[in-house]
């Protein structure tokens, strides 16, 4: 089936359509979408991996490279130990389940973040998703779990500095760069493109270097309630943006 039948987009719509080499999305507001319905955080949680599954689908159909999805943050270790556990299980349950899909339609899965405090037998999860899809060719999907910005910066200053302390690299060597490449999500390129549900507009330390230059797209609803409608609003709002890096309009040169 080709793209243009699989998905719902006119044709001619497809013009008006940017399609980001890299989207980031911060996936908010599943305990909302719970709690306006009377329901348990946890089916919030349920319904925010059925809306990601939908997410991966429209990137690859729409021909995204890299879509990065912040799943779970350094800073949410402060909520309840029982949902916490329950977002973990979540995550093997989402392996478990759709690795194998994963694997047929040629994503490459990269989960980033810090190991530090994750059961041995969680960890040998992600390594072993990231080793069965490493050779896939198609759309990268980045997790960012048990991931801050803050502390990914500070990880790739202290491997920096230890370069320099044994003489295997000059202060003078430290260029932008070398801190990308000693970030989590070295190789891939920056994202263009970063969006927010549930209304909130922050970022809440995500890719906080790598977001130098992206665009930013705040979306009111929840993330359970996202759709293919809501994705390509969001990819119109894209193509409308004028990205400039720092110069000047086209027509003003």
């Known amino acids: 089936m080709s793209i243009d039948q699989a998905m719902n987009v006119d044709v001619a719509q497809r013009p008006r359509l940017r ?3 890299h989207l980031g999305v911060i996936m908010d507001g599943n305990g909302r979408w719970a709690k306006a319905r009377g329901k ?14 939908n997410l991966v689908e429209y990137c690859i159909n729409y021909g995204v490279g890299h879509v ?14 029982d949902e916490i556990s329950f977002i973990f299980n979540l995550l093997r349950r989402f392996v478990a389940s759709d690795l194998q899909k994963l694997i047929r339609n040629n994503v490459r899965v990269r989960i980033i973040g810090s190991r ?16 069965k899809t490493e050779a896939n060719s198609g759309l990268v999907l980045v997790v960012a779990f048990n991931y801050g910005a803050k502390a990914e910066i500070a990880d790739a200053t ?7 302390a044994a003489g295997r690299l000059s202060p003078e060597d430290i260029t932008e760069e070398r ?9 891939m390129p920056d994202p263009d493109l970063i969006i927010r549900t549930s ?26 309630d996202f759709n293919e ?8 709002t894209f193509a409308q943006r004028d990205r400039r890096f720092g110069g000047i309009e086209a027509a003003q040169s």
């Open 19 to 21: 399609i980001p080499s």
């Open 116 to 131: 530090d405090g994750l059961e041995p037998s969680l960890i040998r999860l992600i390594d072993d998703v990231e080793a």
């Open 158 to 164: 202290r491997h920096l500095a230890r370069e320099v």
């Open 68 to 81: 990065t999805v912040f799943s779970f943050s350094s800073e949410n270790w402060t909520r309840p130990k």
């Open 40 to 53: 348990r955080r946890t089916e919030g949680h349920i319904e925010g991996v059925k809306a990601l599954r």
């Open 229 to 236: 409608a809501s994705f390509v609003r969001v990819l119109e």
């Open 179 to 187: 801190i990308s490449a000693a970030l989590y999500t070295a190789g």
């Open 199 to 224: 209304g909130e507009q922050r970022i809440s330390n995500f890719l906080l270097w790598q977001a130098a230059y992206a665009e930013f797209v705040f979306l009111d609803e929840n993330w359970p």
